[in-house]
């Protein structure tokens, strides 16, 4: 079964507007990765966060965890036609990263 | 990724066939994986390898089998492949002592079972 669960399951906003997805998860976790996957290619790794961090940065992304809620969110700003594409989230326990179902953003020109 | 490569890309094979999916990788890693996708869902483990002499189930491996060759090399194998088993197939790899466990994709190989 998928330990995470992306909310919402797809996502339309117009370019320039910010978006947010969230994860929630069920066990405790090492830590959170979020991947991005464009139409039927490979996922590519876009951050990862700690269990013992709470917000992360890199370029236009923004990564907040909570542990207590067992959840995270994925912050993607001033959004582009090229973030079009899917997202998911993927929770590494003691070996394995288990991913979830994602959330299919689409950035309207 | 590049350093990721899997063959074929797209396959159509028929119901019982025996195929195999090839994975190559030159980015040095230990750790392999194959995970399959289906439409509109996430990606579910099938099997893994944390070095050449480990070979781990995952989440669903019933009618799969896998052969690590080589540091470089995962191949998952379908015994007999039934319809419900049409789905997009992705190999990964990992370096648990770099970024922890980061996991780098290859492009995928397109799975039909007529």
């Known amino acids: 079964s998928q330990q995470g669960e992306e909310d919402p399951q797809a996502l339309s906003i117009q370019e320039g507007e910010n978006a947010t997805m969230n994860c929630s998860y069920k066990?405790?976790?090492?830590?959170l990765q979020w991947y991005r996957q464009n139409s039927g290619r490979g996922l590519v790794h876009l951050i990862l966060?700690?269990?013992?961090?709470r917000e992360k940065h890199s370029g236009r992304l923004r990564v907040t965890l909570d542990t207590s809620k067992k959840s995270s969110s994925l912050l993607i700003t001033a959004s582009r036609a090229a973030d079009t594409a899917s997202y998911f989230c993927a929770t590494q326990g003691a070996q394995k990263l288990v991913f979830g179902q994602g959330t299919r953003l689409t950035i309207n020109p | 990724d590049a350093d990721v490569t899997q063959t074929p890309r797209n396959r159509i094979t028929k119901t019982g066939k025996r195929i195999m999916l090839e994975c190559s990788q030159t980015k040095g890693h230990d750790r392999m994986y194959w995970y399959r996708q289906d439409p509109g869902l996430g990606l579910r483990l099938i099997y893994y390898?944390?070095?050449?002499?480990?070979?781990n189930k995952g989440e669903i491996s019933d009618g799969y089998s896998v052969s690590r060759q080589a540091q470089a090399k995962f191949s998952l194998s379908l015994e007999s492949a039934i319809p419900n088993q049409t789905a997009l197939y992705f190999c990964a790899t990992s370096d648990p002592s770099a970024n922890l466990a980061t996991q780098y994709f290859g492009p995928g190989t397109r799975l039909l079972v007529l």
């Open positions: 066990t405790s976790i090492n830590n």
């Open positions: 966060i700690r269990s013992n961090e």
């Open positions: 390898s944390f070095d050449v002499k480990d070979i």
